[in-house]
């Protein structure tokens, strides 16, 4: 599977830590993720952060999503 919305996650060690953050705004994937988690509509997001676009807040869920998919592996002392 591929996800085309990814392009608008950026991650910057000047921005918020290097947390993935929406289009390089200072709006974090955690923030946006949580609050849907929380419960909170799509609409109520958008009049929180009126800079966020729709297709932001998909982008977040499918950045979390790629992110979940992912495991660690352990490396072995060579």
């Given at each position: 599977?591929?996800?085309?919305?990814?392009?608008?996650?950026?991650i910057d060690p000047a921005k918020m830590g290097g947390k993935?953050?929406?289009?390089?705004?200072?709006?974090?994937?955690g923030t946006i993720t949580g609050?849907?988690?929380a419960g909170e509509s799509i609409?109520?997001?958008l009049s929180y952060?009126?800079?966020?676009?729709?297709?932001?807040?998909?982008?977040?869920?499918a950045y979390a999503a790629w992110r979940a998919e992912e495991y660690d592996l352990p490396l072995k002392a060579g």
């Open positions: 599977m591929t996800y085309p919305e990814l392009n608008r996650i950026t993935p953050c929406i289009r390089g705004i200072r709006i974090t994937v609050l849907l988690a609409e109520g997001i952060y009126p800079d966020l676009e729709r297709e932001d807040i998909f982008a977040a869920l």
